[in-house]
């Protein structure tokens, strides 16, 4: 199983503000192929894994969980969530506790290419599981001062990853892609 942290940030390393809005994504001015390259990647995905913050990020926004025909799993300690998403064409499930039986799981029902679509907490878990193969990220020329970082975590071990993309995006905004150094 490949896990592949696809998201955006501020220069100053926050994936949402201190009152976990993402309205400053707007920042992001369009590019060329910023109409098919997320679709393009999401051709890409077989499954996904989100957490709490992010899901309730996109209910409060009317946006309910947009990606309903993927395989989800949802981190989350709140059991009344996923009755707030509603139906999806594939199975939506929530856990809790320690991912690394999570990981094992998707991986064991044939996932290739697992989406991480937030937030940092869960990041932060997967990468001090060494889980996370590829960041994709979308920096955004704001800082924000405060919010949830690219990984949360106290004790979070030294990974070492390879830069494999850098360009620039529309407003200013930059895209990079690393890969995870292993051996």
């Known amino acids: 199983m490949?896990?592949?942290?696809?998201?955006?940030?501020?220069?100053d390393g926050r994936i949402a503000d201190g009152q976990d809005s993402l309205d400053w994504l707007e920042a992001i001015g369009p590019y060329e192929g910023s109409g098919t390259e997320f679709h393009d990647f999401l051709a890409?995905?077989?499954?996904?894994?989100?957490?709490?913050?992010?899901?309730?990020?996109?209910?409060?926004?009317?946006?309910?969980w947009p990606h309903?025909?993927?395989p989800t799993w949802l981190?989350?300690?709140?059991?009344g969530l996923v009755d707030r998403?509603?139906?999806?064409?594939?199975?939506?499930?929530?856990?809790?506790?320690?991912?690394e039986p999570v990981f094992e799981a998707i991986a064991a029902a044939g996932?290739?290419?697992?989406?991480?679509?937030?937030?940092?907490?869960v990041a932060g878990q997967a990468l001090a599981l060494d889980r996370i193969d590829e960041v994709v990220?979308?920096?955004?020329?704001?800082?924000?001062?405060?919010?949830?970082?690219?990984?949360?975590?106290l004790a979070l071990p030294h990974r070492?990853?390879?830069?494999?993309?850098?360009?620039?995006?529309?407003?200013?905004?930059?895209r990079l892609r690393w890969e995870r150094a292993r051996g």
């Open 2 to 11: 490949q896990l592949i942290w696809y998201t955006a940030l501020s220069m």
């Open 44 to 64: 890409t995905i077989d499954a996904a894994i989100v957490g709490a913050s992010t899901l309730r990020w996109l209910l409060r926004g009317g946006h309910g």
């Open 68 to 70: 309903g025909d993927l």
């Open 75 to 79: 981190v989350s300690h709140d059991p």
């Open 85 to 99: 998403v509603g139906p999806t064409e594939a199975p939506f499930t929530r856990v809790e506790g320690n991912l």
């Open 111 to 121: 996932h290739r290419r697992v989406w991480l679509c937030g937030g940092g907490d």
């Open 137 to 153: 990220v979308t920096i955004a020329p704001v800082a924000l001062g405060k919010g949830p970082s690219l990984f949360e975590g």
């Open 160 to 174: 070492a990853f390879r830069l494999a993309e850098c360009r620039p995006l529309g407003g200013g905004a930059a």
